[in-house]
């Protein structure tokens, strides 16, 4: 006996494809048919990523203007570490009390789901073009005469970062400029390693947008 399906939805098109060519559409054929019909499964924090985030930070966190930095491919303990400081209003800057200061809500839970979520995203597009001997050179060598160290020592060779050091390969050269003001007036040794002039922060800014993954 052939046991009658109710389908609430409108029947899927494969469904009704094996119903037609069966005539009875047996529970071996809905067995086979169905796990192509399921639909795709989003990433959890895919969702509110999509609702909440991508106003700002673009839906796989490749923003789009200068002062809001991309999320994509960032390390996941950085973004879990940034997360719960916006949470505790614990971070730094003008810009975060600003715009990141409403998201005090999220839970645990959520935090991990969406670091994990840009984390896993296609990494930040390269911008600009052009040579960057100088920023590059502080890049890797840090400014010895006033003791700035070398970057690559700790954000690594190609500005991928590790763990809670955040990636900078392809951000926006605009966000990094703020962002190394905002540190180096901070106290302690983080402060100290980002201690540069003006002038040679937007130089590696400038090299480090140009990094990163191809467009
Ligand atoms: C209204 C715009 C806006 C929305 C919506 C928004 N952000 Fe942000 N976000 C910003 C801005 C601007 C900054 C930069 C703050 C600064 O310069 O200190 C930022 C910074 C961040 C940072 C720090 C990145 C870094 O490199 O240190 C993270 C992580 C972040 N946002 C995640 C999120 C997540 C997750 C959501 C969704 C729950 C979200 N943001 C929603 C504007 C927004
Ligand atoms: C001793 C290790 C160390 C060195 C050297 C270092 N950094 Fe960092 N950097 C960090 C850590 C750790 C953070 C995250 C700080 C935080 O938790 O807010 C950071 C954060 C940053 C940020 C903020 C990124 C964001 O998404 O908000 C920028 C920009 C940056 N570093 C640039 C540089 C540059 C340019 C140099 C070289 C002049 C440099 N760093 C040298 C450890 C280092």
């Known amino acids: 006996m052939v046991t009658r399906v109710v389908f609430k939805a409108p029947m899927p098109m494969l469904l009704r494809a094996c119903w037609q060519v069966s005539g009875l559409c047996s529970a071996a054929i809905l067995l086979s048919c169905t796990p192509a019909e399921q639909p795709p499964i989003s990433p959890p924090g895919a969702l509110v990523a999509d609702e909440v985030c991508s106003f700002c930070h673009g839906v796989t966190g490749q923003?789009?203007?200068?002062?809001?930095?991309?999320l994509a491919g960032q390390q996941k303990a950085y973004l879990t570490?940034?997360?719960?400081?916006?949470?505790?209003?614990?971070?730094?800057?003008?810009?975060?009390?600003?715009y990141m200061r409403q998201f005090a809500q999220l839970t645990d839970g959520q935090i991990d789901e969406l670091s994990e979520y840009f984390s896993e995203q296609p990494p930040m597009t390269?911008?600009?073009d052009g040579e960057h001997t100088?920023?590059?050179?502080?890049?890797?060598s840090g400014l010895p005469?006033?003791?700035?160290p070398g970057c690559a020592s700790c954000h690594g060779a190609q500005a991928q970062g590790s763990g809670s050091i955040p990636r900078l390969a392809g951000q926006h050269a605009r966000y990094l400029s703020q962002r190394l003001e905002v540190l180096a007036a901070a106290q302690g040794s983080v402060s100290s390693s980002h201690l540069l002039p003006?002038?040679?922060?937007?130089?590696?800014?400038?090299?480090?947008?140009?990094?990163?993954?191809?467009?």
């Not at 923003?63 to 991309?70: D, F, G, L, T």
């Not at 003006?198 to 467009?215: C, F, I, R």
């Open 63 to 70: 923003s789009i203007a200068q002062e809001v930095p991309k």
């Open 81 to 98: 570490k940034q997360l719960t400081r916006f949470r505790g209003h614990e971070h730094l800057g003008e810009f975060s009390a600003r």
């Open 126 to 128: 390269a911008q600009g």
């Open 134 to 140: 100088v920023g590059e050179a502080i890049y890797r």
């Open 145 to 148: 005469n006033i003791s700035v």
């Open 198 to 215: 003006p002038a040679a922060a937007e130089m590696v800014a400038l090299y480090l947008a140009s990094l990163g993954a191809n467009k």
